[in-house]
């Protein structure tokens, strides 16, 4: 007679924690002591490992094979203007207001952080945004900034300072004749006063030569334009003059250009037909002011006011 197998008891987990712990005698369950253990050694491996990580990386941070000095500084794809010898005093200044301490290391977790903080400091000027700061194994701290640039001289009294395409104020200032020579156009007789270095120059008047230094920038006659003359902006000296004026490399030569090229109203031409008329005049005759004291390109698009010419002595 064949035998019986047999099967042995299988005891269903069917452990219910909630229920579990509102039981009284929960204390004296034959589980508590294996879940208390398990709790105990998941506790213990957590703790001991966090301590052994804490351990290793104390250990890497005093070895100076990978804990090095921050060794130099590279600044990464600099725009042309900083890439000049002349300009190297600019990369110095800036370098000089970097957080950098004597005992900086390349592991320091705040460091590159800290740096990028240190740059975006508005009054640097020079620095428009903080793209990257990288601080690499060999002990090289390569920075890539988006970095202003200038467009314009503006003279307020007896200085001149740096603007850029914005109206932000750049570091330093400068004398009236050193400008002169400068491929910079000169924007004069702004009402207010310069900011603080890194922030905006307020003033419609400004923003209007800013915006005409832009139309002017790579026409044929721009050597032709000396500066950019803001000062009856808006007819706030006298309502029959011109508002804004060119003064050409030509002594006392004047172009009544009109109104700001950001506030037309259809009682001028436009500015594109006022610099397509001064092409005109610069390749028909050579000289956009005609030789002249003055021309006056605000009403007729295909024509000219000019002075007479004086009478011989």
């Known amino acids: 007679m064949a035998k019986k197998s047999k099967k042995k008891a299988v005891i269903p987990f069917d452990f219910n924690l909630p229920q579990w712990l509102c039981d009284p005698h929960w204390l004296r369950h034959p ?20 301590h052994v990580l804490a351990k290793l990386e104390e250990h890497v941070h005093g070895l100076d094979k ?38 900086d290391r390349i592991l320091d977790p705040d460091l590159a952080r800290r740096v990028g903080l240190s740059l975006s400091d508005p009054s640097i000027g020079w620095v428009k ?47 009236v004749e050193d400008c002169a020579t400068s491929k910079l156009l000169l924007i004069t007789g702004v009402k207010q006063g310069p900011p603080g270095v890194g922030y905006p120059w307020i003033g419609n008047d400004l923003q209007s030569g800013l915006k005409l230094a832009s139309l002017i920038s790579g026409r044929s006659f721009r050597n032709q334009v000396d500066r950019i003359i803001v000062t009856n902006y ?7 003059r011109p508002y804004i004026e060119l003064a050409t490399d030509r002594a006392g030569s004047r172009i009544w250009w009109g109104q700001s090229p950001i506030s037309e109203d259809g009682t001028e031409t436009t500015a594109d037909q006022k610099l397509a008329l001064l092409d005109w005049m610069f390749h028909q005759h ?10 006056d390109i605000r009403t007729h698009p295909d024509s000219v006011s000019i002075a007479k010419k004086p009478k011989p002595s």
């Open 31 to 50: 589980r508590t002591a294996r879940v208390v253990a398990y709790c105990g050694f998941f506790a213990l491996g957590v703790f001991g490992a966090s």
């Open 66 to 103: 990978y804990d090095k000095f921050v060794l130099a500084i590279e600044w990464q794809e600099l725009p042309e203007l900083l890439r000049r010898p002349d300009n190297r005093h600019i990369l110095e200044s800036m370098q000089m207001r970097i957080d950098l301490r004597n005992d």
């Open 129 to 175: 945004s903080v793209d990257r700061v990288t601080v690499r194994p060999d002990g090289i701290l390569a920075i890539k900034c988006t970095f202003r640039e200038p467009v314009a001289y503006v003279q307020h009294e007896e200085a001149c300072y740096l603007v850029d395409h914005d109206g932000v104020l750049l570091p330093g200032w400068y004398r």
């Open 234 to 240: 808006e007819g706030r000296v006298d309502r029959k």
């Open 286 to 295: 050579g000289r956009i002011d005609l030789n002249r004291a003055y021309v």
